[in-house]
């Protein structure tokens, strides 16, 4: 399951369709179980989170410290600085990170029929050379998805 950002038109009821977790009134009766939670790096380290982006927020925390059921992508600063609070370092977790540019692991166009393309987020740099501050929108996810059905390639963005 991915979460794009935290605005409340992308989250709203997610706490009462999926299971999660980090607590265990999200937990039980017919939830949707998720394997992976794919979030950006910003959805981690955001401040002044309430409602329904408290509690993804609080999930994401929760698996990336455990090392299992997400994908992280980019790695701004501000997830370095937050993970050092936790007695974590990226290459800690690095397994779970992936950045623009690159495929998300455990997907082959060959043998699974599907890959996915990680177009954005980037970590953002200012003039001076040092990490931008971040922005739901502009540090939401974008993928492109290929998939191959016999020798047919459809990509779609």
Known sequence: VAFTHLDNDHTCGASEFFELLHAA?????DRVKI????VPA???????????????RQEARYRLKKGEG????????????????????????QHLITDA??????????????????HSPFAS?????GLAAMDRNS???????????????????
């Open 101 to 118: 540019g690159t495929l998300i692991p455990g997907f082959n166009l060959a043998t699974d029929g599907v890959e996915f393309f990680v």
């Open 42 to 56: 910003a959805v981690l380290v955001e401040d002044g989170c309430e409602d329904e982006t408290r509690i993804l």
């Open 35 to 38: 394997k992976e939670l794919w």
């Open 25 to 29: 009134k999200y937990q039980g009766g």
């Open 70 to 93: 997400i994908r992280v992508f980019s790695g701004p600063g501000q997830l370095t600085d937050w993970l050092a609070t936790q007695g974590l370092t990226v290459a800690d977790r």
């Open 139 to 157: 540090d939401a996810l974008t993928f492109q998805a290929t998939f191959m059905e016999g020798t047919r390639k459809t990509r779609m963005h």
């Open 125 to 129: 740099r200012t003039a001076g050379g």
